[in-house]
């Protein structure tokens, strides 16, 4: 007995320190094949960097749908027992850039677009649809002409209005020369003092064009699985601080499987004329609150 209890008592000790080594190897091998991946991962980032510096087309999109559907019946605990919801939204971003030696043309398109349902079942007054919400459209075109590796004279089209819901009522053309700053990679930013701002709009009592300046940040970047953008575009009326505005936006995704991810946008607005006109008062009378909107959902890189 005693010897058995012995043999049994050298076995697990065997098999425990053998585990123990066995470990320790792997993590050593572990450790080997990780050091030659980030050396085969640097030397594949410093490749990508003399891709990105050769001249010619940088195209790129990825983007972020979010939704959510419910449907409730005789769940009395709340006002509505019966009642089925939604809620929908969809993101979008492309570029499309020709760096050239001597000049380069940067295009853009962001688009947020978002639509809400709650219908009461038990009652026919109110609207069993889906119906418009966050509705932005914003599209641009800058073109300009090095005049060192980081300052280019430029000059910049952006559009901007809602899709689904008043389209081009209001609407926000603005067209104007000036100079283009790229003071890191991926980082540009447009200061154009020579800008007009055409407004389009069937209320011409608080929209109105106007001559000012215009500024605009972009930083768009990939790093690895992860896809983010930011933009900040201000134009600062000459004529009054009423006729001014600016949008910052933000989209952010993180691809978890192959195409597919998380991803999260919002942004902030502010424009008194929009406010005007939403509350039907005078320019200088509006009570100019920030406007912020935010999506959360899956993403899909395109």
């Known amino acids: 007995m005693t010897k058995r209890l012995l043999l049994t008592t050298v076995l697990t000790l ?9 470990k320790e190897e792997l993590q050593a091998q572990k450790a080997e094949k990780q050091a030659i991946a980030d050396a085969a991962q640097a030397e ?10 050769l001249p010619g087309w940088r195209i790129g999109a990825f983007g972020t749908i979010g939704g959510s559907l419910s449907n409730f019946n005789n769940w009395y605990s709340q006002g509505a027992p019966n009642n089925a919801s939604g809620n929908i939204g969809i993101t979008f971003n492309s570029y499309a850039n020709l760096i050239e030696e001597n000049y380069f043309w940067r295009n853009s398109l962001n688009v947020n677009l978002n639509w809400v349902k709650l219908d009461n079942k038990d009652t026919d007054l109110d609207d069993d649809n889906f ?16 005049l060192s590796e980081k300052l280019a004279v430029s000059t910049l089209m952006e559009y901007r209005t809602t899709l689904l819901d008043n389209f081009n009522d ?27 701002n055409f407004v ?4 011409d009592t608080v929209f109105e064009s106007s001559l000012g300046a215009k500024i605009v940040a972009d930083y768009t970047r ?17 004529k009054s601080g009423d006729l001014s505005n600016w949008t910052w936006s933000n989209s952010f995704s993180y691809t978890l499987w192959k195409m597919i991810g998380v991803g ?3 942004g902030l607005r502010s424009n ?25 959902g899956l993403s899909y890189k395109f």
């Not at 700053?181 to 930013?189: G, T």
């Open 222 to 238: 990939q790093i690895g699985a992860i896809n983010f953008k930011t933009n900040l575009s201000a134009f600062q009326s000459y």
């Open 44 to 53: 594949a980032d410093a490749l990508q960097s003399q891709i990105n510096a």
């Open 272 to 296: 008194q004329q929009e406010a005007a006109n939403f509350q039907g008062v005078a320019l200088e009378d509006a009570d100019n609150k920030l406007q912020t909107f935010y999506t959360v």
């Open 131 to 146: 119906n418009p919400t966050t509705d932005v459209f914003n599209i641009s075109s800058l073109y300009g002409r090095n």
């Open 170 to 196: 209001p609407g926000y053309l603005d067209v104007g020369v000036g100079f283009t700053w790229l003071p890191i990679e991926n980082l540009i930013v447009v200061v154009h003092p020579l800008n007009y």
């Open 200 to 203: 389009f709009s069937d209320n």
């Open 14 to 22: 065997t098999m425990v320190f053998g585990f123990s080594q066995t």
């Open 264 to 266: 999260f946008d919002f």
